[in-house]
């Protein structure tokens, strides 16, 4: 199945996932301008003022590079909703999604069929992100357009199960859209997500060490130093099982190796959770996919980097096939 004419602008096949507290309009508009679908989390902007003028923001500063390239528009941006209950700005966050008809809605942690109609009365399509096929069935029943399968290996909220299974599992039943993430943080990482299935790769920890992302020095540094050996499982922090940088647990004083469990009642996105530590502020979430990330760059330069070795990969494919491989 063809993806929706909404995508007809990529540059690369690729969604610049929604990074709590990391992704705001400089970081989105960035990576639309650069080819490649740009997100964020509704809750990043507080108060919902705030959401009011990113929303502005980055629909005028997207129209002004549109008029001026012509032969180059910018992809389109996404806005993650997280619709699991402890959310209590959905309502608002979704009305003022509508005022401003947000081209492509993310939903996380929960699947509502109101929330789906609601997008595509403006015209909008939505992908859920998943940890399994039995998800993956529910989404699409309440009306989902798309799926983003979480493999095992993704930053934040990821799931365990290998991306080569997972895709598998869902394609034998769905030809929608479907957005790889787990551990993409390269190009021939995105053409992989292709070859296994999924239609777009679904990238986010990298582009936390680009200079338009909103996170402290540190924790680009630790992006840029970091490898998938400094990546721990754990649901200590929000309650729900996510993969966090270790350097960053031990600088809050405790033992990456050595976490106790988490409780899910005690979930409050923005807050310490289940400890002191703030999650996602004091404790950095990463996937394993970082060892490919070398040095900050601009997203510009990201992109064209990404695009050079998707590029790389797919002749060395091309030339292995004429070799009979």
Known sequence: MALPPIFDNLRLPLIGSPLFLVSGPELVIAQCKAGVVGSFPSLNARPISQLDEWLHQIT???????????????????????????????????AMCGKWQVPLIITSLGAREELNTAVHSWGGITLHDVINDRFSRKAI????????????????????????????????WFDGPVALSGSIGHGASILGAQAMG????????????????????????????????????????????????????????????????GDISTMNFGSGGNTEAKAWKDIWGSGQGIGAVKEVLSVAEFVDQLEAEYRAAKASLDANYHKGW
């Open 60 to 94: 005028e500063e997207l129209a002004a590079h549109n008029r001026d390239n012509p032969d180059r528009p910018a992809a389109p941006y996404a806005v993650n909703q997280i619709v699991h209950k402890s959310n209590n700005r959905l309502e608002e966050d979704l």
């Open 141 to 172: 029943e309440k009306g989902a357009d798309g799926l983003i399968p979480v493999a095992a290996g993704a930053g934040g909220h990821a799931g365990v199960t290998s991306p080569f299974a997972l895709i598998r599992e869902i394609r034998e």
């Open 198 to 261: 999924a239609d777009l790769g679904y990238m986010g920890s990298a582009f936390i060490a680009t200079k338009e992302a909103n996170a402290v020095p540190g924790y680009k540094q630790g992006i840029v130093d970091g490898k998938a050996s400094d990546i721990v499982y754990s649901d200590l922090f929000t309650g729900v099982h996510g993969n966090y940088l270790a350097p960053s647990i031990r600088a809050a004083g405790m033992d990456p190796d050595n976490l106790a469990k």
